[in-house]
């Protein structure tokens, strides 16, 4: 399976973090169609342009919860991997794939993306990079 790009949705709420996260992803090719800090503006902007992941916090603005927004996404068959400092144990839906703790290093982020979208589409990746905890055990 060749590596293209990924359509991104960042669910994060602190705008400097929000800007690290989506220029290491464009350095690895990725698109990121846009920023969110809200449970509606998420849905908002992956209603209008579903993404193929969504890379979500849990703590988000407004009170806002990013496990809200990952299971409301995941329900409408969008896949999300927690990036946070405060990883949940589980995802709850078997499109909340895993979480890459923060801090993150912006070379590992890009493997750790690649294999949570393998995850997402039904495979399971080879080296599967420490940086990502996922929800399920590989086959």
């Known amino acids: 399976m060749p590596n293209l790009p990924l359509k991104l949705l960042i669910i994060e709420d602190e705008a400097l973090v929000a800007m690290l996260i989506e220029d290491a992803l464009a350095l690895h090719g990725h698109h990121v169609i846009g920023i969110a800090d809200t449970v509606a503006s998420a849905i908002a902007m992956a209603d209008a342009e579903p993404p193929d992941l969504v890379l979500c916090d849990v703590k988000l603005a407004d009170g ?72 399920r055990e590989g086959r």
Request: charge should be positive; glycine fraction near 14%; proline fraction near 10%.
């Open 64 to 135: 806002d919860s990013g496990l809200t927004a990952a299971q409301l996404l995941a329900h409408r068959g969008i896949p999300c991997v927690f990036l946070s400092g405060n990883c949940p144990e589980r995802g709850g839906h078997p499109l909340v794939i895993g979480c890459i703790a923060k801090p993150f290093r912006a070379g590992s982020l890009g493997s750790a993306v690649r294999a949570a979208h393998i995850v997402a589409q039904g495979g399971w990746p080879e080296h599967p990079p420490a940086t990502l905890r996922l929800y």
